[in-house]
């Protein structure tokens, strides 16, 4: 499958969600690339004028300076964040997130967006997360090696992410990232919520935030998209 075909096709979607006066969070990756060269190229060509952008790492935000996007510090609410997935649930719409190392910053943006959508690939549509791909866990850098065996002694595989020349990859925020092995015995969510509740652990790249909509590109340059399911009205006596 030609990935950046299907990569180019969805994020040429997204950006035509894009309107003038928004503040757009920027993801980061291969495919939320795409979407920045896209909306760089609508403002280069003055479809878009007054367009504000929130960058969830170091490396996006200096792209898209570079591709002439103004760039602002997360202040104020986000209109519309679009950000790329490692593994995407479905139908459910939940996510694995951070193979790139930036979860903490997209998660940030994530929940401060009005309207979060995902662009992936239909090579990143699973039935389970977790089988195939390391949950991401940013942890503290105190502490670090009793963290992961903590999370080591839930029967979780996890190991410090290294950087090819040895030593640990360190985020944006200073920190190291664990890459835990789910597996197909354990559910990703309780899993999830024992490695969130210890001390030292900052995030996860599990992601059951509210997702507007994922948009799916095939190697043809086709797209998809999948809505959300509309949320359960919970209905409540007041008195
Ligand atoms: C970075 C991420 C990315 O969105 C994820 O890794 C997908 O990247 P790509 O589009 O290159 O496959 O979560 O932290």
Known sequence: MNRDVAKRAAANAAVALVEDGMTVGLGTGSTAAMFVNALAERV??????EVTCVATSESVAGRAITMGLR??????????????????????????????????????????????IIIVDSGKLVDRLGIHVPLP????????????????SLGVGARFRSLPEGGKVISDNGNPIVDCYIGPERDVAWTNDLIRAMAGVIET???????????????????????????????????
């Open 71 to 116: 760039v602002v510090d997360l202040i104020n609410e986000i209109d519309l964040a679009v950000d790329g997935a490692d593994e995407v649930a479905f139908p459910d719409l939940r996510l694995i997130k951070g193979l790139g190392g930036a979860l903490v910053r997209e998660k940030i943006v994530a929940e401060a967006a009005r309207r979060f």
């Open 205 to 239: 790249g599990y992601f059951d935030t509210e997702i507007e909509r994922v948009i799916v590109g095939d190697c043809s340059g086709t797209v998809k998209q999948l809505i959300a399911p509309a949320k359960k009205m919970v209905c409540r006596d007041v008195n």
């Open 44 to 49: 280069q060509q003055d479809k878009l004028r």
């Open 137 to 152: 866990v940013e942890i503290i850098a105190f502490g670090a090696e009793q963290t992961c065996r903590r999370i080591l």
